[in-house]
C-alpha cells in the first residue's frame, strides 16, 4: 500500500503530483501506464477499463494521497489534468495553504 | 403492424425507491431493464406508436411529462418501489385523461394486484410483453378482456378477476436501445439486461420462478451482443447487471455468450449459483469475456437455514467454492438471510464474520418476508404467515429492511443487528484482503452501504412504534394479539380477496408459444 509519507506527499508539485498518480494508478491496475499524459481522458488510462474499475481507483488514490476526493468525482474530472488538479487543491487544502 | 394504435401515445415508467432509503445493497437500481424490454416489444408491434420513457431510478420525474396527453400508462415496480411512490401514483390519476388506461407490470404487480389495482385498471401477472400487446389490441377493437393472458383486474362487488396463466417461449425480443436515452448519459454506471429467463430450481424464498417460470430460456447470442452494444452506445456505460435469475444454468450458453462478447472489453455481473465454481474453466472463461463478478444466493452457511429455503446445494462446499472464485479474483454479492426462528445474535455475528472468511466482497444482509396473502391469492407456500408480514411499508425486495415481526425479538431489534452485521464484517474483511483491488471494492460497497444504515434509522424508529403492543419486555411475540389485530384490520380485504374469480388456465401447448 503506497501513500504513508504524507507530508511529503503534501509538498509534491503538480508536476511531482502527476508523477505520483502514474505510480499509483499502474501499482492499482497492474499495468503500465508510463505513456499517460495530463491530456489523456480517465475513461482511456488503460483499454478498456470500465466505470466501476476507474472509481475504485480513485478510491486508491484518495488512501494513496490520504483525502477524500468524493463519490462524484468522475463527474467532474475528465482527463488526467483535471484529477492532478483536484489532487493538487487537495492536499493544498488538507495542509493549508489554500 | 397497422391498427388504430399507431396513433397512441403510451408513457412507461419505472418507479424508483424512495429517496430516503438509498440502495443499500447498491444493486437492487440495476433491476430496471423490464420496463424497456415490454417498450421495446410494443415498439416492434407498433413501429409508429409513440412511446415515451420514464426512468425514475435515473433522477427522471413523471411529473414533468404531458400526463394529459397520453392513451396508456404502464408502471413497472418492486413492492417498495410501489409504497414509496404513492405521491407519484396519486399525481398520474390525478393528471392523466379519463381515458386513459393505466396498466401495472412487474414483481409488486404479479403478487399484490389488488394494491396496484386502486391507482390502476389492470395488472399483469408475470411477464408482460404478450399480455400487454393483446390488452392493447383487445382496448382498442372493443373485444372483450377475458383472453388477454395473464391480466387481472376488478370484477363485479370488487372481486378480483385472474385470467388464464401463461409462460412464454422464445424470449429473443431484444431491448430498443434508444429507449434508454437519457439526460443522465455519461453519469449511469450501470445497464441490466437479460440474457435468459427461467430457473430450474425452486428455492422457497424465490419469487422470480413464479414471474419468469422453471424453464430456463436463453436468448440468441447474436441478439445478446446487438443489445449489449446498442446500450453502451446509448448511455455510455461499458458495465452490466445480467438480471437473469440463474445465468450460468447452461454451461454451453455461458461459452457461447463468452465467445461472443469477448472483444468487446465489457464487464459483467451475473447472478448465478455457487455451483460455478465447480466448473473453473467455464469461470475462467467467462472472466476472460468481463464476467468478474456474480451475485449468488448464498443465504446462509447453517445448513438449518439452508434447508428450511430448500436450497439444494452441498452445504459443506459452500466455503470452498466461495475461495475458489476469491483465487479467480472473482467479485462476488450475496444476499444473507436473517430473521429466522433459531437464529440468535451469536449466529448472525458469526454469519457475518464468516462472509468475511469466505471472501465475499459484498454481502447483503436481509430479513426474508414474503409479501402477504400469496396463500389465498396463488396457492403458494408462505414460510411467514400473513399476521407476522408487516403491510404498508418496505418489505421482501429491499435489501436489508426487516418486514415481519419475528418470533424472538422485535423487528427494530432484528433491524439494529442487520446493521451490526455490516460493522462486523466490514472490520473482519479488511482484516483479511490485502489486495488493493479487493479492498477498493470494500471499500466502495463500504461507501453505498452507509448512507442506506444511515437512513434505516428512520425505519428502526418506524418499527419500534408498531411493535409495541406485540411484544413483551422479554422480546417474545405475542402472537395471539398479533393475529386479532391482524384480523380486526385486514379481515375484510381477505375476505374480498377470498372470492378471486380465475379464468381457466392456459393449455400447455400454448404456455410454450414464443414472443416473437
Known amino acids: 500500500m503506497a501513500g504513508g509519507a504524507l507530508d511529503s506527499e503534501v509538498r509534491l508539485s503538480q508536476a511531482g503530483i502527476f508523477d505520483k498518480v502514474k505510480q499509483h494508478l499502474g501499482e492499482y491496475l497492474e499495468r503500465d501506464v508510463s505513456g499517460l499524459t495530463l491530456e489523456t481522458p480517465l475513461t482511456m488510462i488503460v483499454p478498456g477499463i470500465d466505470s466501476l474499475q476507474l472509481f475504485e481507483a480513485m478510491l486508491y488514490l484518495e488512501d494513496c494521497f490520504q483525502i477524500k ?30 | 403492424m397497422t391498427t388504430p394504435l399507431s396513433t397512441r401515445k403510451i408513457l412507461c415508467i419505472q418507479l424508483s425507491f424512495h429517496e430516503d432509503y438509498r440502495d443499500a445493497g447498491a444493486l437492487a437500481s440495476t433491476y430496471n431493464d423490464g420496463i424497456y424490454y415490454i417498450a421495446s416489444f410494443l415498439q416492434a408491434n407498433f413501429p409508429d406508436m409513440r412511446l415515451d420513457v420514464c426512468q425514475m431510478l435515473w433522477g427522471e420525474n413523471p411529473g414533468d411529462y404531458p400526463i394529459e396527453t397520453y392513451d396508456y400508462i404502464l408502471i413497472s415496480s418492486l413492492a417498495t ?99 434508454l ?18 430457473c430450474p430450481f425452486e428455492c422457497s424464498f424465490c419469487y422470480s420462478i413464479r414471474i419468469l417460470g422453471r424453464q430456463f430460456r436463453p436468448k440468441e447470442v447474436e441478439t445478446i451482443r446487438r443489445e449489449l452494444t446498442g446500450i453502451a452506445g446509448e448511455i455510455g456505460s461499458n458495465r452490466f447487471y445480467v438480471s437473469d435469475i440463474n445465468f450460468a444454468t447452461d454451461k454451453r450458453f455461458c461459452h457461447a455468450v463468452a465467445d461472443q462478447v469477448r472483444d468487446l472489453h465489457y464487464k459483467y455481473i451475473a447472478m448465478t449459483r455457487i455451483e460455478l465454481a465447480d466448473d473453473r474453466e467455464l469461470v475462467r472463461d467467462l472472466k476472460s469475456a468481463g464476467f468478474d463478478e456474480y451475485y449468488i444466493g448464498v443465504e446462509s452457511e447453517q445448513p438449518r437455514a439452508l434447508k428450511s429455503f430448500n436450497k439444494r446445494c452441498d452445504v459443506s462446499r459452500q466455503t470452498e467454492r466461495l475461495l475458489a472464485f476469491a483465487d479467480e479474483d472473482i467479485h462476488i454479492q450475496s444476499g444473507i438471510i436473517f430473521g429466522l426462528d433459531f437464529q440468535d445474535i451469536d449466529a448472525m455475528e458469526y454469519s457475518a ?16 418476508a414474503e409479501y402477504p396473502f400469496q396463500k389465498i391469492l396463488f396457492g403458494s407456500t408462505q414460510t411467514v404467515e400473513d399476521h407476522r408480514i408487516i403491510i404498508g411499508g418496505p418489505t421482501y425486495q429491499h435489501y436489508s429492511y426487516v418486514g415481519m415481526f419475528p418470533r424472538n425479538v422485535p423487528p427494530s431489534t432484528l433491524q439494529r443487528r ?70 380486526d384490520r385486514y379481515g375484510a380485504l381477505k375476505e374480498r380477496l377470498g372470492r378471486t374469480v380465475r379464468l381457466p388456465k392456459a393449455d400447455a401447448a400454448h404456455m410454450l408459444t414464443s414472443l416473437s
Request: charged content about 25%; aromatic content about 8%; proline content about 5%.
Open chain 2, 418 to 487: 442487520i446493521l451490526q452485521a455490516y460493522d462486523i464484517f466490514f472490520e473482519h474483511a479488511f482484516e483479511i484482503e490485502t489486495r488493493p483491488q479487493r479492498r477498493m471494492r470494500l471499500k466502495n460497497h463500504a461507501r453505498c452501504v452507509k448512507p442506506g444504515n444511515d437512513a434505516m434509522l428512520k425505519h428502526i424508529a418506524y418499527l419500534e412504534e408498531i411493535e409495541k403492543p406485540y411484544y413483551t419486555a422479554a422480546g417474545e411475540l405475542k402472537e395471539d394479539v398479533l393475529k386479532q389485530d391482524f384480523e
Open chain 2, 181 to 198: 436515452r437519457s439526460p443522465q448519459r455519461g453519469r449511469i454506471q450501470w445497464a441490466a439486461v437479460s440474457m435468459s429467463r427461467g
Open chain 2, 81 to 179: 418501489m410501489f409504497w414509496s411512490n404513492k405521491p407519484v401514483l396519486e399525481t398520474l390519476c390525478r393528471r392523466k385523461s379519463s381515458k386513459c388506461k393505466i396498466v401495472f407490470g412487474g414483481p409488486h404487480a404479479s403478487f399484490a394486484p389488488h394494491e396496484v389495482l386502486e391507482y390502476g385498471d389492470f395488472a399483469i401477472l408475470g411477464e408482460g410483453e404478450y399480455p400487454i400487446v393483446q390488452l392493447l389490441l383487445a382496448l382498442e377493437s372493443g373485444a372483450g378482456i377475458e383472453e388477454v393472458e395473464n391480466l387481472c383486474y376488478l370484477g363485479a362487488g370488487g372481486a378480483l378477476v385472474m385470467n388464464k396463466r401463461a409462460h412464454y417461449g422464445g424470449i429473443d425480443n431484444p431491448m430498443n436501445p434508444a429507449l
Open chain 2, 353 to 368: 464474520r464468516w462472509c468475511a472468511e469466505a471472501r465475499i466482497s459484498h454481502p447483503i444482509f436481509m430479513c426474508l
Open chain 1, 69 to 98: 476526493i468524493g463519490d462524484n468525482v468522475l463527474d467532474r474530472v475528465k482527463n488526467v489534468g483535471d484529477l492532478v488538479q483536484l489532487l493538487e487543491n487537495s492536499l493544498a487544502l488538507k495542509s493549508g495553504t489554500i
